[in-house]
C-alpha cells in the first residue's frame, strides 16, 4: 500500500493557473504509475492524466491536452499536475491515485490507491 496526500487545491479566476501536488508515503514510489482523476459535483469520477514510473511517458484526456501536463520528482516521491488556462468546466474535485506496474491506465478500477482529494474551483 501507499498512501497518498494531496495539496495545492484552491479558488481561481477562469485563465488562471494551479499546481496540484500529491505526496507519497509507504512502498516504493517508483513501483507505481500514478494519475491523477477527477469528480465534479453530481458526476463521476474521470480520468485526467497518468505518468509512467520513471516519467517518460504521460497521456492524458483529450479535454485536458495542451493545457495540463502531469510529471513527477521520484527523489521526493510526489507527483504533480500543472493547470494552465483553467476553465470553469474543470472545477472538481482532484483525486491523486497510484497503480502498482508499469501499464499506464486511464480507468479507475486500474488503480487501488487514492487520495482524498483537494477542491479546484474556477470561478468565470
Known amino acids: 500500500q501507499v498512501q497518498l496526500v494531496e495539496s495545492g487545491g484552491g479558488l481561481v479566476q477562469a485563465g488562471g493557473s494551479l499546481r496540484l501536488s500529491c505526496a507519497a508515503s509507504g512502498r516504493t514510489f517508483t513501483s507505481y504509475v500514478m494519475g491523477w482523476f477527477r469528480q465534479a459535483p453530481g458526476k463521476e469520477r474521470d480520468f485526467v492524466a497518468a505518468i509512467s514510473w520513471n516519467g517518460s511517458s504521460m497521456t492524458y484526456a483529450d479535454s485536458v491536452k495542451g493545457r495540463f501536463t502531469i510529471s513527477r520528482d521520484n527523489a521526493k516521491n510526489t507527483v504533480y499536475l500543472q493547470m494552465n488556462s483553467l476553465k470553469p468546466e474543470d472545477t472538481a474535485v482532484y483525486y491523486c491515485?497510484?497503480?502498482?506496474?508499469?501499464?499506464?491506465?486511464?480507468?479507475?478500477?486500474?488503480?487501488?490507491?487514492w487520495g482524498q482529494g483537494t477542491q479546484v474551483t474556477v470561478s468565470p
Open positions: 491515485a497510484a497503480r502498482w506496474g508499469r501499464l499506464l491506465g486511464s480507468r479507475e478500477y486500474e488503480y487501488d490507491n
